[in-house]
């Protein structure tokens, strides 16, 4: 029987983020499951919507789980978390001796020692097994990736949604593609993109995103994807990528160049979306209700730091007379609300801690809600996993009708549970805000008539224009009709 060892290492890295990724975010469970070895993956990832846990159900070999580690996305991975999770699973394969290996990567991982880190973990594979070894990856739409990565892997599959809801279903097609490349020969084709694509424009609940992906599967291939990259990483090979598999050469080339081709003709059409916090306020307010506000700078899932308040301060100036946000992340004021009480009335200095992106917004506030955070994500994206956000709090504004979650792990609100844990319902609320990006619409569009896109000052930049870019690769475009580099 074939043997297939199976393993994971998800970071998506924002190199402008200030916080750095170290060891012991891998070994904590926030929004993502902590870092888990060996048969238990099989029960842990059983039904997640995660790409092993499609793998491992569609796979009809014997498995050999190793490691699935994931933290949530921020600044570099430190040196020596990325060496210890690296080592453990090239270790592992070459005890277990398997016929293949497939792998869960992100595609946007960089370490200060290797911006290109997903090209650094097959490397040190090779290094191991050898050139011929089979090696099946699957990848974030968010990935950059690089040729080097593209020589070195054997077969990779790509999300084709934004919201994630097919990540389970990327694992699956993975464990497809391997058979195919196991049984025959498998020619395959690599293209970049000419211009990086805003965070937000990138959707596939929007044209021309939802066109680009639709169209990929009807390609004359084995398998077509694009990874239409993440921006805020300064390294090279940042940007959009493209890969094709098909049983002759010609065949996958064409379909990279007919992909590179679609991508180029609507690239005028990607629109970031972006308004300004009190003009998103405003919108919001006329109604009709609810209507979503997503704090998409500040957005933890792309780096953020989660504790901005340029939104909050614009609901509060507005005077919106019912608003709700979350999640704050805040520690000391979860643990201060802890401590005072339910119905207390305190005094706190909220989020703001990192200067250069907000200030502290002081308020007198009442504690409404109190929780463990913990709780089981019901949403399209997260639906069935376990999330652990730490003591949770509701806070109120005294005197307002503007409540605020806040929490002692950092992640993205891209669950409607990450208001419930603390007894609020978002459908019952004129203005729901998010610190996320695009995954909230996964499950936020099923209650809200409008969603709005807020910039405010924060970690991940979703205007190109103001990052400060130093490492591109000479001739990309910065967005679609935009200067080009070098």
Known sequence: MTRIAVAGFQHETNTFAPQPTTWDLFEKRGAWPELTRGADLIDRFRGLNIPLSGFMAECRHDLVPLLWAGAEPGGYVAADAFDRIVGEIVAGVQAAAPDALYLDLHGAMVTRDAPDAEAEILARIRRAMGPDFPIAVSLDLHGNLSPAFFDAATVVTVYRTYPHTDMAETGARAARLLDAAMTRPVAKAFRQGGALIPITAQSTEFSPGAELYAALPGRDALSVDLASGFPPADIPDCGPSIFAYAETQEAADRAA???LAHLNAVEGAFDDRLLSAPDAVARAMAGPGP?????VQDNPGAGGTGETTGLLRALVE????????????????????????????????LGGHYTQYSQP???EVIVETLSDGRFRC???????????????????LKGTGIRVVVGSARAQNADQEFFRVVGLEPAEHAIVCVKSAIHFMADYKRIAPTILFAETPGANPCNLAAIPFTRLRSGIRLGPGGPMRG
């Open 257 to 259: 160049d007919e992909t």
């Open 291 to 295: 209507v979503v506000i997503a704090d």
């Open 318 to 349: 507005a005077q919106a007379p019912d608003a709700i946000l979350s999640m704050l992340f805040d520690p000391a004021a979860a643990a201060a609300a802890h401590q005072a009480g339910l119905g207390a009335e305190i005094i706190l200095p």
């Open 361 to 363: 917004l002081t308020a």
């Open 378 to 396: 019901t949403g399209p994206m997260f639906g069935g996993s376990d999330a652990d956000m730490g003591p949770t709090a509701c806070l109120r």
